[in-house]
């Protein structure tokens, strides 16, 4: 079976991840504070993206999906950088010319310090603010792309900001005297104080992210009524067995993690990004490989996230789904087993209109800086050289086996 017709194939990338030199945010002061890795110059896409759209479009890619950084657009509060949006629609017109359909999402994680200094997602004027923002950069942008993303997965954001303490703004939950945290070491690092009071601003932020997002909509919508908006939500798949208490838990589990949000936005969505990467039985003991972020490798669980959303009837692109793996030795099986489950879906009804790998090229993995590596490809930091890892062409093998557009591998390439 092809694909439909017109379905997207890409992969991803997120402004602070890669561009770099992002420094008016709140990671660039974490960094320089110690809390987390310093960025610096990265990959530098902010200088090299038509390179890296030219390794897209030679792999076959007809999306891609990228951010655009807060900071650089509205350096202070209301004060707007015609200079970036210059620069974002010159990225716009790279990806055009070569035929690569754009997705943007308005807002990766990162915060601009005026926002995160007097608050960020606390402020109860936040939805506002980030409407404004929203707003403009569609105003701006909205002749030459016609997918926008409002907020990269929002409870990752709260959990890591609020929960575990391991991200800007560094704030760490305790219930019953029981510290939260994240078993990969980044809780314990930032050195952020525990109190139950966390609990209470993550459900806050958590209630303002949706009122930000459902905001941002109606405020796109009014500058540019065709625009395409949707959020983009992390899917953690849980299942179990047939145990009723064990079925209890995945269902509670999913509520807390996916529904709790999704069903307070979905009113106010055009379509829904999913980013898969996890999934978590009960009462089920399985055997597992694990991916260099030691993670359970189950690409084929995609199928079951997909479902999750499925609910919603909203077309789904896969906006993010992926692994580390440095040595690019289970990458190609992963994401051609990712395709298949994904091809399931299609064949039960879904509505699946993409599949954007994460990530294009190498970039910043957050508080585990640039040491995990998820990219099709590698970039060398010391002299910023590109090279195609081998899963890169097994992506490309998969597009045009079920797109059944034959993409021409130029010389360059092999
Ligand atoms: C995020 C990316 C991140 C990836 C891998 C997603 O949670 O959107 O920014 O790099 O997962 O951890």
């Not at 990338?13 to 990265?42: H, I, M």
């Amino acid at each position: 079976m092809k694909f439909p017709k017109g379905f997207y194939w890409g992969a991803a990338t997120a402004s602070y991840q890669v561009e770099g030199f992002n420094e008016n945010c709140d990671w660039a002061k974490a960094g320089k504070e110690g809390k987390v890795p310093l960025a610096g110059r990265l990959a530098d896409h902010y200088h090299r993206y038509e390179e890296d759209f030219d390794i897209a479009k030679e792999l076959g890619h007809n999306a891609h999906r990228f951010s655009i950084e807060w900071g650089r657009i509205e350096p202070q509060e209301g004060v707007f950088d015609e200079q970036e949006i210059e620069h974002y629609r010159q990225v716009l017109k790279a990806l055009k010319k070569r035929k690569i359909t754009p997705f943007i999402t308005l807002w990766h994680f990162t915060l601009p310090l005026w926002f995160s200094e007097s608050g960020g997602f606390e402020r109860k004027d936040a939805p506002v603010l980030f409407a404004r923002y929203c707003a403009f950069v569609v105003r701006e942008l909205g002749d030459l792309c016609d997918h926008y993303a409002t907020i990269n997965e929002p409870n990752v954001y709260a959990t890591h900001g609020y929960l575990y303490g391991a991200w800007p703004p560094f704030k760490r939950a305790s219930i019953f005297g029981k510290k939260i945290g994240k078993e990969d070491g980044t809780s314990e690092r930032t050195g952020a104080k525990a109190s139950f009071r966390h609990v209470w601003q993550y459900l806050r932020v958590s209630d303002n992210l949706a009122r930000a997002h459902n905001a941002a909509y109606d405020a796109i919508k009014e500058v540019r009524p065709g625009a395409q908006v949707s959020v983009v939500k992390h899917v953690h798949y849980f299942y179990s067995n047939w145990n009723p208490v064990n079925k209890l838990k995945a269902k509670l589990a999913t509520y807390f993690q996916t529904y709790r949000f999704m069903n307070r936005v979905i009113e106010h969505s055009d379509s829904i990004g999913l980013n898969f990467y996890r999934s978590t039985p009960f009462g089920i003991r399985e055997e597992y490989t694990y991916t260099d972020m030691g993670w359970k490798v189950t690409p084929g669980h995609i199928l079951g996230a997909l479902r999750v959303l499925a609910r919603y009837k909203k077309p789904i692109f896969v906006a993010e789904a992926g692994l580390a793996d440095k040595e690019d030795v289970i990458r190609a099986d992963y994401i051609t087993k990712q395709v298949n489950a994904v091809q399931k879906a299609l064949e039960d009804g879904i509505d699946v209109r993409g599949h954007i790998y994460w990530s294009l090229i190498d970039n910043y993995e957050w508080a585990l800086g640039t040491q995990k590596q998820f990219g099709l490809v590698h970039i060398d930091y010391k002299t910023l050289k590109r090279t195609i890892r081998d899963s890169a062409w097994k992506y490309k093998e998969l597009i045009e086996k079920y797109s059944g557009v034959e993409t021409r591998r130029t010389k360059k390439s092999k």
